[in-house]
């Protein structure tokens, strides 16, 4: 059965554009928020707080913008929401399974970073088949920035060849926003902030 998805990433404490996904969310049987609701760890209770309107099942990841333990406690009282970061969930009969943070490790000192061997540990509980919600691209795909420098992860791209998901999705990298790519059967899609419609 297909699964109408209402995918974006990198809002960036733009709580307008919050509210245009919360209008769009009507549509969907399923919204997924991939990272960075906030700035450098600043504005994340006010941009979830907008979003915590939308009341269709939500799957959030953290993304290097704000901890995880920090969005588990911001969206806490969001009923429709589930955060996740190495773990999954099953919203009718469909399996998600969520990785946020930077991966590999940024340059920045207040990110939320994973290095690749804690990614590679992590998305090893995937299982296969399922919607792949992540922050960070895997390597070489939708990864690239103005310059055409790559830097999604190795062991992302590792895990997406091992366990084909029947999706993956990601952002963090803005100037890749909007991007397609595939590895293997799985199509890969770097979301940006408007809002990216998926049936899958």
Known sequence: MAV????????????????????????????????????????????????????????????????????????????????????????DGTEFFGLGAGVPVTPWDWSFDLDEGAAAAMIGDCPEGAILVLHSPPQGHCDTNSGGDHFGSRSLLEGIEEKSPRIAVCGHIHESWGCKSRVGETPIHNLGPTGTWLDV
């Open 4 to 91: 109408r998805l209402l995918a974006f990433s990198d809002l960036h404490r733009d709580l307008g554009q919050a509210q245009k996904l919360v209008e769009m969310s009507a549509d969907a049987d399923v919204v997924i928020g991939a990272g960075d609701f906030a700035s450098i760890h600043e504005g994340l209770v006010q941009t979830i707080s907008v979003l915590a309107a939308i009341e269709a099942p939500t799957v959030l990841v953290p993304g290097n913008n704000e901890t995880e333990e920090a969005l588990r406690e911001a969206a806490s009282s969001w009923g429709a929401a589930t955060v996740l970061h190495g773990g999954g969930t099953t919203i």
